[in-house]
C-alpha cells in the first residue's frame, strides 16, 4: 500500500481555498445527466472541497477524500457531503458502490495504475469517470504575456514534474477505460487584481518558490499588473475534460 503522496498544497490550504476558482455549474450538470444514477458520487483529491459542494446538489450522497489532513479541515460542512481523510489509491470504499468518480485539477499527482485499478474496484458496472485540469489563464494580451513568464521562466525550475501531464491536457496519460466524446466547457471569474494575486500565489511551484527563495515571486510582477488591471477583469481557464465509462 502507498503510503506518501505528492504534497505541494497542505501548507498552503488556506490560500488555495481562498483563491482557487469553482468550477462552471453546468459542467456538473453534464456529469450527472450521463451516470446511471446520482445516488453516490466520489471526489477524489477534493481539497478544500470546491468540486464536492457542487456535485451535492445533484448527487444524494458525496463522499469526498483528500490525502491531505489541512486541505480537508479547510472544507465548509455539508449534510450530504462526507469529508474523509484517504488516499486516491487506497479510498477504503467498498466495491462498486459509486455510481460516479470525480477528479477536478489532480489526477496528475496520482499513481495512476493504482488509482485506475481503485477506480474499476469502487464504479459499478456502467459507472463514470470524470477528470478534468486547466492550465494557463486567459485574460487580455498584456496580462497574458506577463502571467506566462511567470509560469515558464520564474518559476520554471519549481514546477513538480507531474505538470506536464497538465501541460499536455492529460494526453499523456494512458486511460485504460473507454472514454466518451465531451463538450467544450470553460471556467470564469470575475476578478479583483487581489484575487488574482491570491490565485498566483496558492501556485504550486509559487510555494516551492517562496520556501526556497524567501520571498513571493508574484510581487516582482504586482507593478506590471496593477498598470493593466482595472477594477474587476474576467479571467478564463479552458477545462480539458476526460470521461471514462465503465462496462455495463
Known amino acids: ?70 486541505q480537508i479541515e479547510q472544507a465548509m460542512p455539508y449534510t450530504n457531503i462526507d469529508f474523509r481523510v ?12 459509486m455510481d460516479c468518480i470525480t477528479v477536478a485539477q489532480a489526477l496528475h499527482w496520482f499513481n495512476f495504475q493504482e488509482f485506475f485499478q481503485e477506480v474499476r474496484r469502487v464504479l459499478k458496472p456502467s459507472g463514470i469517470l470524470a477528470c478534468w485540469c486547466y492550465e494557463h489563464c486567459q485574460i487580455n494580451d498584456a496580462i497574458d504575456e506577463i502571467i506566462l513568464d511567470l509560469y515558464a521562466n520564474r518559476l520554471k525550475c519549481y514546477w513538480p514534474e507531474e505538470r506536464h501531464h497538465v501541460e499536455q491536457h492529460y494526453q499523456t496519460i494512458s486511460f485504460p477505460f473507454e472514454q466518451i ?54 479571467v478564463r481557464w479552458p477545462l480539458t475534460l476526460i470521461i471514462c465509462k465503465m462496462p455495463d
Not at 469553482?22 to 477524489?44: E, G
Not at 484517504?86 to 458502490?97: F, K, T
Open 1 to 70: 500500500m502507498s503510503t506518501q503522496f505528492p504534497d505541494h498544497f497542505s501548507l498552503s490550504a488556506d490560500l488555495y481555498a481562498e483563491f482557487r476558482p469553482t468550477y462552471p455549474d453546468v459542467l456538473f450538470k453534464y456529469i450527472v445527466s450521463i451516470c446511471p444514477d446520482n445516488r453516490c458520487v466520489w471526489d477524489c483529491a477534493t481539497g478544500n472541497g470546491q468540486a464536492a459542494i457542487s456535485l451535492s446538489k445533484y448527487f444524494q450522497h458525496v463522499i469526498a477524500t483528500d490525502a491531505s489532513q489541512e
Open 181 to 234: 466524446a465531451v463538450p467544450e466547457f470553460v471556467l470564469e471569474k470575475q476578478w479583483s487584481l487581489k484575487a488574482f494575486v491570491g490565485y498566483l500565489t496558492s501556485w504550486s511551484a509559487t510555494q516551492r518558490f517562496i520556501a526556497h527563495q524567501g520571498y513571493n515571486p508574484v510581487g516582482k510582477i504586482y507593478p506590471s499588473l496593477a498598470k493593466s488591471w482595472k477594477e474587476q477583469l474576467t
Open 86 to 97: 484517504a488516499s486516491a489509491e487506497y479510498s477504503g470504499l467498498p466495491s462498486q458502490s
